[in-house]
């Protein structure tokens, strides 16, 4: 089955700095990748998606890059601001977002 | 619109009993995902509800189940309860009609198993 490997498990960054957290995933198959934030207490909130016909997608601060190829993705957060600081998932799946398997999530430290 | 509710959000049980988890999703959304979330392991797909069928199953053992009533409301099940179910469960709903359609999760349901 899809197995999801993300690195790093914990990142610590200067506010203003850029933040990248990586992903690697098994099934070639896999054709969505969504991140997902979540805040201490809180529910897995979804920030930015990306499926397997696009290799890049940006949202303000934060953008997506997809390599097919080497079945990675990553995650890039520029100007980070304390608000930032949670743990982030990646995720990827052979059939939409209807069965995500997850990474094992970064703990991200936006320091002021 | 009102987001997902998941009930109880805490439960403490002991080894051996079972337990019932309840989900309901946002209006509109007839597909209710399951998710186990423990420090260990992270997330993991338990399975997935659409129109009262359900339509992917996780690997987790056959003591966890689920259901879903015509109003899209689901339930999971938990029988045999064991001290390694201690988890927060989480449900996410999402709207029909595109195959990639954003999950949106539930508070969850913390779980406890003495």
């Known amino acids: 089955g899809e197995n999801v490997e993300q690195h790093p498990s914990t990142l610590s960054v200067q506010e203003g700095d850029s933040a990248v957290i990586k992903c690697t995933y098994s099934?070639?198959?896999?054709?969505?990748f969504p991140w997902y934030k979540q805040e201490l207490g809180k529910r897995p909130q979804l920030i930015i998606d990306?499926?397997?016909?696009?290799g890049e997608k940006k949202d303000q601060r934060i953008a997506v890059t997809l390599n097919k190829t080497a079945k990675h993705f990553s995650l890039h957060i520029t100007e980070t601001q304390p608000e930032d600081s949670a743990v982030y998932f990646c995720?990827?799946?052979?059939?939409?977002?209807?069965?995500?398997?997850f990474g094992q999530g970064t703990r991200l430290t936006i320091n002021p | 619109k009102a987001g997902v509710t998941q009930t109880p959000r805490y439960l403490i049980k002991t080894r051996g009993q079972q337990v019932t988890l309840s989900c309901s999703p946002i209006?509109?959304?007839?597909?209710v995902s399951w998710y186990q979330q423990t420090p260990g392991q992270g997330l993991q797909f338990l399975f997935e509800?659409?129109?009262?069928?359900?339509?992917n199953k996780g690997n987790f053992p056959g003591r966890f189940s689920g259901r879903q009533f015509s109003n899209s409301r689901s339930e999971m099940n938990v029988s045999t309860l064991e001290l390694g179910d201690s988890a927060l469960y989480l449900c996410?709903?999402?709207?029909?009609?595109?195959?990639?359609?954003?999950?949106?999760f539930g508070p969850g349901t913390r779980l406890t198993v003495l």
């Open positions: 995720a990827a799946s052979n059939q939409g977002a209807q069965k995500l398997v």
């Open positions: 509800y659409f129109s009262e069928t359900q339509r």
């Open positions: 996410a709903s999402g709207a029909s009609g595109s195959y990639y359609n954003e999950q949106f």
């Open positions: 099934d070639s198959a896999s054709n969505y």
């Open positions: 990306i499926r397997s016909n696009v």
């Open positions: 209006s509109g959304h007839r597909s």
